[in-house]
């Protein structure tokens, strides 16, 4: 039986594998053209020591203390000269995609659907049979290069692929390159080239409740996440907090509520932060925040928006004395 591993490089780039239960995970990424760093092959030196993010695997006993210790292996590091894959792995390689003689893939695709979900947000969908190949890890993105110019912009997926068609949530930055392209020139059948997944933002196994921020479009790598949480269950309860600055950029609650209904432990609540706002909730994500949602610091925290959302939240979570179990986060930068 073969098994998909995601094999993330620390430069972000992010290759997937297959491995069968028989071979070495090191094999068979050989096998697929990708050097993970190695030297004795033989569970001596520890050249070869990833950390397994996610999934079930054997190691054997053919290795010894000084290459991989017990305290390592209780924290979930391999060998991956001696890493046979049970089931699909996600592993982190402590080494560069061009050190391990890979780059990151690149995919051409054609806009399937492109709409204004409101003056602020854009909803673009790409198709196309190369995708069908494309793999990534909910919460991923990929850069998108503008038709018309050399320069790409960087957007996480917002859902799974299905029949070779993703799709993203776009902020329309008024006189931005891309948004500019979004709003007046691209139609449905136009070509579009994409480079990745890249990024180490992505939904890690679900062992304790999770906490979801979102700012703006930073909701799209959460909607990709949930997709996969309504695909597979959960269970621990899972709450969003999705804030935005206008009315008008509050999008995709008819998507949220279907998820909702999907996925039993899920809660979500929304806020707009201009005080002249329509909507019920107001205010900043951070005011949002219950000490239940904190669970004591049993929680696994996931903040994703505009770079000074993301460091105001961070600082609040630290203002409150408690240090989450893990706390993963994205920033939308913009492009230098
Ligand atoms: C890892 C990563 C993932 C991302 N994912 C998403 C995503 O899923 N959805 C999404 O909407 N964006 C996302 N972004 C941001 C995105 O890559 C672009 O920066 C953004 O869409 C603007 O591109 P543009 O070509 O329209 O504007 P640009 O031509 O890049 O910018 C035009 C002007 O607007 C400024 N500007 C750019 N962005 C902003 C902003 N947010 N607020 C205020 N001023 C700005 C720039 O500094 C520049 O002066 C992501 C960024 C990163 C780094
Ligand atoms: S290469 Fe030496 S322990 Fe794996």
Redesign the pocket.
Known sequence: MSFQIALNFEDGVTRFIQADGHETVADAAYRQGINIPLDCRDGACGTCKCKAEAGRYELGDNFIEDALSEEELAQGYVLTCQMRAESDCVLRIPASSQLCKTEQASFEAAISDVRQLSESTIALSIKGESLSSLAFLPGQ?VNLK?PGSE?S????F?SLAKDGEVS????N?P??????FLTSLAKAGDSMSLAGP??S?YLRPIQRPLLLLAG???L??FTAMLEKIAEAGSEHPLHLIYGVTNDFDLVELDRLQALAARIPNFTYSACVANPASEYPHKGYVTQHIEPRHLNDGDVDVYLCG?PPMVEAVSQYIREQGITPANFYY??????A
Do not use: C, N
């Open positions: 993105y503008v320069q912009r960087a957007y996480s917002s993203f949530l776009i902020r930055v006189g931005g390159l891309m948004s500019s890249l990024g933002f703006g479009t930073g799209a790598p505009p994205e920033k939308f930068a913009a492009a």
